[in-house]
């Protein structure tokens, strides 16, 4: 890397400061798609860069698109498990707490 | 033991069992608080099981520990509470999931190649996607979808999902990432190219 990269707002300097951004919201992008970076300047930071940056910001879109299918797939449960739970809480309310365990 | 406070035929005035009324006192917190979370069990107790079979058995068994265990749960965050029973029995139930979900031994997965990251138009919402995503989940280890479950699907924090899985909250973050890139791994082979739709 040249001394060039080091004098602000030279063409060399972006590149630098852009790629260690990149590099720094990569490594955070699945706190910041889970809300999990405190608020402040470093997330207003990475949140600017995401919407700059078309790799980070496709990298945040499939994080949080992966979410989404998580939440359709896992969202639901069994209702005929749901209902053996529920049927067995009401035999645990009515007192037959030995023959459920058995 | 019942609760009932009436008079018997005698016309004696019965002076109420306390032992009775605190029991009567434990139902009722039972049922309000954890009876409306059957639905959170079930799901949750599937995360930490490798069959539907295995997960009814543990949601039952985790009920009846929460029942008997009601006089000792503060009456605060129950899905936590629940959470923590279920973990605690998994862990027990057998080595197999003793292994998974108290060990962070399984082999670190590759950082994924950039250019070959799958797209968000990768993970399209379709019924083939939810098919693979359903399998790659179901082979992921339990300590993974339990974690996936808490965080994406039950909504907690990292610092809930570390405190109720007794982990370092750098575990979390880990298994997440992991888990995350195994499920974007195994649905890459399942592109639907918007343009083969039509």
């Not at chain 1, 207003?44 to 945040?60: F, M, P, S, T, Y």
């Not at chain 2, 009567?24 to 930490?48: G, H, N, W, Y």
């Amino acid at each position: 890397m040249t001394v060039v990269a080091w004098i602000p707002w030279t063409r060399p300097w972006r590149q630098r400061r852009d790629y260690a951004l990149c590099r720094q919201t990569l490594e955070r992008v699945q706190e910041i798609v889970d809300g999990e970076v405190p608020h402040g300047h470093t997330a207003r930071v990475l949140d600017k860069h995401l919407h700059a940056c078309r790799r980070c910001g496709e990298e945040a879109e499939t994080i949080r698109t992966l979410k989404l299918a998580i939440v359709r797939v896992c969202g639901e449960c069994d209702p005929e498990a749901v209902a053996k739970l529920e049927l067995l809480a009401q035999r645990l309310l009515e007192g037959h707490e030995l023959q459920a365990d058995t | 033991m019942n609760a009932t406070l009436e008079a018997p035929a005698t016309g004696i005035l019965v002076v109420p069992d306390p032992m009775a009324t605190d029991l009567e006192t434990q139902r009722k917190r039972f049922e309000e608080l954890i009876v409306p979370e059957m639905s959170f069990l079930a799901r949750i107790a599937r995360a930490m099981s490798h069959s539907q079979a295995e997960a009814d058995d543990l949601a039952q068994e985790t009920l009846v520990k929460a029942f008997r265990a009601i006089d000792r749960f503060d009456g605060k965050f129950p899905r936590a509470w629940l959470t923590r029973i279920a973990r605690n029995t998994a862990i027990n139930r057998d080595q197999r999931n003793r292994e998974f979900l108290q060990a962070d031994d399984s082999p670190i997965e590759p950082e994924p190649d950039p250019g070959e990251v799958s797209n968000p138009e990768d993970i399209i919402l379709s019924q083939v996607v939810d098919e693979n995503l359903k399998n790659a989940l179901d082979g992921l280890p339990p300590s993974f979808r339990t974690l996936i479950q808490l965080v994406d699907v039950e909504g907690m924090t990292y610092q809930e999902a570390a405190d109720v899985l007794d982990i370092p909250i750098g575990t979390v973050m880990s298994r997440l990432h992991r888990g995350r890139e195994r499920l974007r791994k195994s649905l890459r082979g399942t592109t639907l190219d918007p343009q083969t739709q039509r």
